[in-house]
């Protein structure tokens, strides 16, 4: 098994990238595409940028694509930001519909009259 860094991964997008230490086999460097699909095979829920991971690759439709995933080590600071930026996300989701539920109100009072 390989191990590389997180590039990134975007978890709406359900993809990211992996930046091996070292060439494989055949000499590769290239960045490694990862799919959801391979981290849900895993029991891994999310990928933060600059986790240390350990993964197999394999050659599909003429690019490296990982096969199996494990995470070594987790980067505290990348995840302590996506804690935050979620739950920043979370706040204003809430605080839109909150608005929308007091606007909905004073136009129906309005109608009513």
Request: charged share 40%; net charge positive; proline share 2%.
């Amino acid at each position: 098994m390989r191990q590389g860094k997180v590039k990134w991964y975007n978890g709406k997008k359900c993809f990211g990238f992996i930046t091996p230490d070292a060439p494989n086999a055949d000499g590769n460097t290239d960045d490694v595409f990862v799919h959801s699909s391979a981290l849900k095979d895993a029991g891994i829920r999310f990928l933060n940028e600059n986790d240390i991971v350990e993964f197999e690759e394999e050659v599909r439709n003429g690019k490296l694509s990982v096969t199996t995933i494990s995470v070594i080590q987790r980067d505290e600071e990348s995840a302590r930001r996506f804690h935050e930026r979620r739950a920043e996300s979370r706040r204003s989701t809430e605080n839109r519909k909150s608005r929308e539920e007091r606007t909905e109100r004073r136009g129906f009072a309005f109608w009513k009259k």
